[in-house]
């Protein structure tokens, strides 16, 4: 965008002119021809930057009325504006045409965040040269969050903090008004927006410096405060607030009454400081100190809850303390000399959860249930369900749904997965059974092919389906395979296959003395017996797949199994002026089988490394794929880990929300078949993820991988060893705390504990919240540190520092 005139050049004259300039200076821009939408709305702006530029100048062209295509252009920009904070001054143009009265806008979001993003340097001189856009705009930053690349606190962070310093010059020269802009900023913190974007607010206030005096006459908006759902901003209030404490100007019982909420913030320091501030009303508001302090009884770290305690005790409320004992960590509970009943952790042994058998779907429902299917094809019962109701009738039934199957078609490539996404795939198995035809969509994977290839060919018989799950976990059982393939003499080619895969290891030599003229190598299969009769060059009847489905059938991946490697690295940039530096590990998964595998053999992986960033399937996104994949071979979990492993493992480096993370946990959580080298370590980087909620799902998976015993705790306890730099501490702490509140949980997280402690360096940060959750567990089911190498490894600490006192209270 060229420079464009001051509104003062232009401001004696009139749209009608304006207006004229635009029309007349359009026509070549209106007309061409263009290959993106862009470049016609960028040759539109060449035109009104010249049309204003000889207008300045003082040319003129006859009056018109107000362009069509501007309006739109101008909310067009906006938008664009909003959302990227790379937009320059884009603005100013927006704004310029506004105060011309080219254009009528609304201060809404786009406004607002266009403006942040867009004004450009010198803000300052820009503002007061426009108070109209003060008042009008200015004043609703306080209100609007942003989001993405736009908003205050992303903008200053790559801005040298321009808008923070427009603020203080503003405040300073008097062009806006100090306690305003004070008070708008703790407004701002009471709303709800996200803790990164809250931080500017914040931060602002500080800024400013407002004076004791000031602060105490923003007790009621401090308070308020208090109970905001981003613990940063509480731990402002409470500093805020004990600020005023000191000068004596504390309204100490309206405190009080807002004060509990401080209590139980995450961070022990917030909750611990409000337990102090409350210490000032001892003297005239006992009661309402107690009601604070009972408060932080139940917050979950064992430091706040003795400050508390002794809060308490100083009230001479022991009775309090003995009410909440339950509440209590053990380690505190002994320090107070309360005991609780020991938990007898062996009682209650905990099984996996296995995914459950599907719900058979009829012809009355299947249309529903078809519908739900190419909105979110996630569930892979649900979707062996409807394919077995398709493959024995039901099509007209699914008339109403052509409309949908058709836009989903078309919907493929704006999606994250492509054309290939697994509804698509439902939605041209729906056109397909309606005598439509769709452009097809190949997959990247053999795996991916051989389900897309396993829906066409539904049709190409009427007998039920070999591969349809009646077992939990996916399986299939071995009389029940008997019985359909009876039914089913020419067998659809990758039906066969699947079920030969999904063949459940129990009742197969029953399954195989009622069976009679099957396949060979589905009696293979069930007995394990090679077939004498040798035809052809091959030596073996029948396609080769069904073989190699049939030997799957039987064992896991051995020598064929897919390889994991890891490495710590480390990411320099230049922040602010200042070197920065992280650590992050980086993992790749190997595999060695094929260079071709085909489309009917789904469990030969193809050669090749991948990583996250890398060219190999396996960092793809893959979305509803995920549960389908895991259901392809019940028999092994490494298959499905290799293609979708990947996002897990590096979700402890960041915080973007991946959606195959959750997915990929969960599909793992419900697997029966072999855990190895993968699992274990999908499951280590799981409860070290970054998000919490990603973090919640990899609990449930580890109390029905770890805690029933199907992955070894050592195995996972080595992957969190070797890559302990890098995945935090407190993360563990609290996903193992969570695994050990359930039945068997807590003597699996001493285990865990006892594995890991003497493989981390006695400095390792982090270590005291591990040591104390080790001695809660211990304590909590009477046992002792007794291991030899956990007991030589505590030995080892010494000094004053807390971990070495939590390790010599473990040592007894």
Same mark, same amino acid.
């Given at each position: 965008?060229?420079?464009?005139?001051?509104?003062?050049?232009?401001?004696?004259?009139?749209?009608?002119?304006?207006?004229?300039?635009?029309?007349?200076?359009?026509?070549?821009?209106?007309?061409?021809?263009?290959?993106?939408?862009?470049?016609?709305?960028?040759?539109?702006?060449?035109?009104?930057?010249?049309?204003?530029?000889?207008?300045?100048?003082?040319?003129?062209?006859?009056?018109?009325?107000?362009?069509?295509?501007?309006?739109?252009?101008?909310?067009?920009?906006?938008?664009?504006?909003?959302?990227?904070?790379?937009?320059?001054?884009?603005?100013?143009?927006?704004?310029?045409?506004?105060?011309?009265?080219?254009?009528?806008?609304?201060?809404?979001?786009?406004?607002?965040?266009?403006?942040?993003?867009?004004?450009?340097?010198?803000?300052?001189?820009?503002?007061?040269?426009?108070?109209?856009?003060?008042?009008?705009?200015?004043?609703?930053?306080?209100?609007?969050?942003?989001?993405?690349?736009?908003?205050?606190?992303?903008?200053?962070?790559?801005?040298?903090?321009?808008?923070?310093?427009?603020?203080?010059?503003?405040?300073?020269?008097?062009?806006?008004?100090?306690?305003?802009?004070?008070?708008?900023?703790?407004?701002?913190?009471?709303?709800?927006?996200?803790?990164?974007?809250?931080?500017?607010?914040?931060?602002?206030?500080?800024?400013?410096?407002?004076?004791?005096?000031?602060?105490?006459?923003?007790?009621?908006?401090?308070?308020?405060?208090?109970?905001?759902?981003?613990?940063?901003?509480?731990?402002?209030?409470?500093?805020?607030?004990?600020?005023?404490?000191?000068?004596?100007?504390?309204?100490?019982?309206?405190?009080?009454?807002?004060?509990?909420?401080?209590?139980?913030?995450?961070?022990?320091?917030?909750?611990?400081?409000?337990?102090?501030?409350?210490?000032?009303?001892?003297?005239?508001?006992?009661?309402?100190?107690?009601?604070?302090?009972?408060?932080?009884?139940?917050?979950?770290?064992?430091?706040?809850?003795?400050?508390?305690?002794?809060?308490?005790?100083?009230?001479?409320?022991?009775?309090?303390?003995?009410?909440?004992?339950?509440?209590?960590?053990?380690?505190?509970?002994?320090?107070?000399?309360?005991?609780?009943?020991?938990?007898?952790?062996?009682?209650?042994? &905990? $099984?996996?959860?296995? @995914?459950?058998?599907?719900?058979?779907?009829?012809? /009355? *429902?299947? #249309?529903? =249930?078809? !519908?739900?299917?190419?909105?979110?094809?996630?569930?892979?019962?649900?979707?062996?369900?409807?394919?077995?109701?398709?493959?024995?009738?039901?099509?007209?039934?699914?008339?109403?749904?052509?409309?949908?199957?058709?836009?989903?078609?078309?919907?493929?490539?704006?999606?994250?997965?492509?054309?290939?996404?697994?509804?698509?795939?439902?939605?041209?198995?729906?056109?397909?059974?309606?005598?439509?035809?769709?452009?097809?969509?190949?997959?990247?994977?053999?795996?991916?092919?051989?389900?897309?290839?396993?829906?066409?060919?539904?049709?190409?018989?009427?007998?039920?389906?070999?591969?349809?799950?009646?077992?939990?976990?996916?399986?299939?059982?071995?009389?029940?395979?008997?019985?359909?393939?009876?039914?089913?003499?020419?067998?659809?080619? &990758? $039906?066969?296959?699947? @079920?030969?895969?999904?063949?459940?290891?129990?009742? /197969? *030599?029953? #399954?195989? =003395?009622? !069976?009679?003229?099957?396949?060979?190598?589905?009696?293979?299969?069930?007995?394990?017996?090679?077939?004498?009769?040798?035809?052809?060059?091959?030596?073996?009847?029948?396609?080769?797949?069904?073989?190699?489905?049939?030997?799957?059938?039987?064992?896991?991946?051995?020598?064929?199994?897919?390889?994991?490697?890891?490495?710590?690295?480390?990411?320099?940039?230049?922040?602010?002026?200042?070197?920065?530096?992280?650590?992050?590990?980086?993992?790749?998964?190997?595999?060695?089988?094929?260079?071709?595998?085909?489309?009917?053999?789904?469990?030969?992986?193809?050669?090749?490394?991948?990583?996250?960033?890398?060219?190999?399937?396996?960092?793809?996104?893959?979305?509803?794929?995920?549960?389908?994949?895991?259901?392809?071979?019940?028999?092994?979990?490494?298959?499905?880990?290799?293609?979708?492993?990947?996002?897990?493992?590096?979700?402890?480096?960041? #915080?973007?929300?991946?959606?195959?993370?959750?997915?990929?946990?969960?599909?793992?959580?419900?697997?029966?078949?072999?855990?190895?080298?993968?699992?274990?370590?999908?499951?280590?980087?799981?409860?070290?993820?970054?998000?919490?909620?990603?973090?919640?799902?990899?609990?449930?998976?580890?109390?029905?991988?770890?805690?029933?015993?199907?992955?070894?705790?050592?195995?996972?306890?080595?992957?969190?060893?070797?890559?302990?730099?890098?995945?935090?501490?407190?993360?563990?702490?609290?996903?193992?705390?969570?695994?050990?509140?359930?039945?068997?949980?807590?003597?699996?997280?001493?285990?865990?504990?006892?594995?890991?402690?003497?493989?981390?360096?006695?400095?390792?940060?982090?270590?005291?919240?591990?040591?104390?959750?080790?001695?809660?567990?211990?304590?909590?089911?009477?046992?002792?540190?007794?291991?030899?190498?956990?007991?030589?490894?505590?030995?080892?600490?010494?000094?004053?520092?807390?971990?070495?006192?939590?390790?010599?209270?473990?040592?007894?």
């Amino acid at each position: 965008m060229g420079e464009l005139p001051s509104y003062t050049s232009l401001v004696g004259v009139a749209p009608a002119t304006l207006f004229g300039l635009l029309e007349s200076g359009a026509d070549k821009a209106l007309n061409a021809s263009y290959e993106f939408a862009w470049q016609k709305d960028h040759a539109l702006l060449g035109v009104i930057d010249r049309a204003l530029a000889a207008a300045a100048t003082g040319s003129r062209a006859a009056d018109a009325s107000r362009p069509r295509w501007l309006q739109g252009l101008v909310t067009r920009e906006l938008s664009a504006a909003s959302t990227s904070s790379w937009s320059s001054e884009r603005f100013l143009r927006v704004r310029l045409l506004e105060r011309l009265g080219l254009v009528q806008l609304d201060v809404d979001e786009s406004y607002v965040l266009a403006m942040v993003s867009a004004v450009g340097p010198d803000k300052s001189d820009k503002l007061r040269a426009d108070p109209d856009l003060v008042e009008r705009a200015l004043w609703r930053v306080f209100e609007v969050e942003g989001g993405g690349e736009v908003s205050l606190t992303n903008v200053d962070r790559f801005g040298a903090d321009d808008w923070r310093k427009t603020f203080l010059e503003l405040t300073s020269d008097r062009t806006l008004d100090r306690t305003r802009v004070i008070t708008a900023c703790l407004h701002a913190l009471g709303r709800d927006f996200a803790a990164y974007r809250a931080s500017w607010y914040s931060a602002t206030y500080l800024a400013l410096e407002p004076t004791a005096e000031e602060t105490a006459g923003l007790q009621t908006d401090l308070r308020r405060l208090l109970s905001s759902a981003v613990p940063a901003t509480v731990a402002f209030a409470v500093k805020q607030l004990a600020r005023v404490q000191k000068t004596g100007l504390l309204d100490v019982e309206a405190t009080l009454e807002a004060l509990p909420p401080a209590t139980v913030v995450k961070a022990k320091g917030t909750a611990i400081a409000a337990l102090t501030l409350a210490r000032a009303g001892r003297a005239d508001f006992r009661g309402l100190v107690g009601i604070v302090a009972r408060a932080a009884l139940g917050h979950p770290h064992p430091d706040v809850q003795r400050a508390a305690a002794k809060l308490l005790a100083d009230l001479g409320e022991a009775d309090g303390v003995l009410a909440a004992a339950e509440d209590l960590t053990p380690s505190v509970r002994q320090e107070l000399g309360l005991q609780a009943e020991a938990r007898q952790e062996n009682e209650v042994p &905990h $099984d996996q959860s296995l @995914a459950p058998v599907p719900v058979p779907v009829s012809t /009355r *429902d299947l #249309a529903e =249930r078809a !519908a739900a299917l190419l909105e979110d094809a996630s569930d892979a019962g649900e979707l062996e369900a409807v394919l077995a109701c398709l493959a024995t009738g039901g099509a007209e039934v699914l008339e109403p749904l052509r409309k949908r199957a058709k836009a989903v078609v078309a919907r493929g490539p704006q999606t994250d997965l492509g054309d290939s996404w697994l509804p698509g795939q439902v939605a041209r198995l729906v056109l397909s059974v309606l005598g439509d035809t769709a452009p097809p969509a190949v997959p990247d994977h053999p795996a991916q092919r051989f389900v897309a290839r396993r829906l066409s060919e539904i049709y190409t018989s009427g007998a039920p389906l070999l591969a349809t799950p009646d077992l939990p976990g996916g399986w299939v059982d071995p009389m029940a395979f008997v019985e359909r393939l009876v039914q089913n003499p020419s067998p659809r080619h &990758h $039906d066969l296959i699947a @079920a030969l895969l999904r063949l459940h290891p129990d009742g /197969r *030599d029953d #399954a195989a =003395r009622t !069976a009679c003229s099957l396949p060979a190598a589905a009696r293979f299969a069930l007995d394990g017996v090679e077939p004498t009769r040798r035809l052809l060059r091959s030596g073996r009847e029948g396609p080769a797949a069904w073989w190699i489905a049939a030997e799957r059938s039987w064992t896991p991946y051995t020598t064929a199994a897919p390889q994991l490697s890891g490495d710590v690295k480390t990411h320099t940039w230049q922040e602010n002026g200042r070197d920065r530096r992280s650590w992050y590990a980086k993992f790749t998964v190997t595999t060695a089988n094929t260079d071709r595998p085909t489309g009917d053999q789904p469990t030969e992986l193809k050669t090749q490394t991948s990583d996250r960033w890398g060219d190999g399937s396996a960092s793809r996104f893959l979305g509803d794929w995920i549960p389908t994949l895991a259901a392809i071979w019940p028999r092994d979990a490494e298959h499905f880990l290799s293609l979708t492993c990947l996002p897990v493992l590096e979700s402890p480096n960041w #915080a973007e929300s991946t959606h195959d993370v959750p997915r990929t946990l969960d599909a793992l959580a419900r697997h029966p078949g072999r855990m190895g080298t993968l699992a274990a370590a999908t499951l280590a980087a799981g409860i070290s993820a970054t998000q919490r909620d990603h973090r919640l799902h990899a609990v449930d998976a580890f109390i029905d991988l770890v805690v029933s015993g199907r992955i070894p705790v050592h195995e996972v306890a080595s992957v969190m060893a070797r890559y302990a730099g890098v995945w935090p501490a407190n993360r563990w702490v609290e996903s193992l705390a969570s695994v050990a509140q359930v039945p068997g949980g807590a003597a699996v997280t001493v285990d865990l504990l006892t594995c890991l402690l003497p493989q981390l360096s006695a400095e390792h940060r982090g270590l005291k919240k591990l040591l104390d959750l080790l001695r809660d567990e211990l304590i909590r089911l009477d046992r002792r540190a007794t291991d030899p190498a956990l007991a030589q490894w505590l030995g080892g600490f010494a000094g004053s520092s807390a971990a070495a006192r939590t390790a010599r209270l473990l040592l007894g």
